[in-house]
């Protein structure tokens, strides 16, 4: 496709509830990152993927949090039993360049957790 | 972990003035980049500069690696410049990107 695409663009749940968020990478991009970015704050990483290789888990911040990836194709983030200060946008990025490349990000999902 | 700094942390302009952003990070880098968050959250890529200097209309960014400092430059300034500026690095053998917390521009008619 033509850039980063990601679904929902905003998904409210109750708190407790499981939610699953999904990217599309720029076709071709071997790199997935995911970020997080809390009101007025910077982005945090969360987990990146590189091809086959193990995912780098290393900034999920619980075990609540976790992430797949078919192949070079789409992402999915699942957040299970929801807490209130998972409220955050998440945000997807790409790479043509494992590591070293320019990332490309797509326009978030803005979830808030009630 | 690295620590990235940016400053001014908040920067208000008239349209047509000039603006100088810096990001200090506390390693050596092997990727450094410049991110615009518009209003919308939507984050543009603006630079890919891990050493030397780049242009891009307007724009323009230079690093100095070995002084561990990056610079964006913003010329007659536009309203649709607002928004909050990013500067994110990554380290040798890391994968992430560290971002600093970014510096947030006004342009005011």
């Known amino acids: 496709g033509a850039g980063v695409s990601q679904s929902p663009s905003n998904k409210v749940t109750e708190k407790g509830k499981d939610v699953e968020l999904r990217c599309d990478p720029i076709?071709?991009?071997?790199?997935l990152y995911w970020y997080r970015q809390r009101l007025g704050q910077g982005l945090e990483f969360l987990i990146y993927f590189q091809g086959n290789s193990a995912p780098d888990k290393s900034g999920l911040p619980s075990d609540r949090f976790s992430a797949e990836r078919t192949g070079e194709s789409v992402s999915t983030l699942t957040i299970q039993r929801t807490q209130q200060e998972d409220s955050a946008v998440y945000l997807c990025?790409?790479?043509?360049?494992?590591?070293?490349?320019?990332?490309?990000f797509g326009p978030g999902t803005r979830l808030t957790v009630t | 972990g690295i620590q990235v700094e940016q400053s001014p942390p908040d920067l208000i302009l008239q349209e047509g003035a000039n603006s100088t952003l810096r990001c200090n990070f506390s390693d050596s880098v092997n990727n450094l980049q410049w991110f615009h968050q518009n209003p919308w959250g939507q984050l543009i890529n603006l630079f890919y500069i891990p050493s030397g200097t780049k242009q891009n209309g307007r724009l323009s960014a230079t690093t100095v690696a070995t002084e561990r400092y990056s610079l964006l430059y913003i010329s007659s300034s536009q309203t649709t410049d607002s928004g909050v500026y990013f500067c994110?690095?990554?380290?040798?053998?890391?994968?992430?990107?560290?971002f600093g917390t970014g510096t947030q521009l006004k342009v005011e008619l």
């Open positions: 990025a790409s790479s043509a360049v494992p590591g070293q490349g320019r990332q490309y």
């Open positions: 076709s071709g991009h071997t790199a």
């Open positions: 994110a690095v990554l380290t040798g053998g890391g994968n992430k990107l560290t």
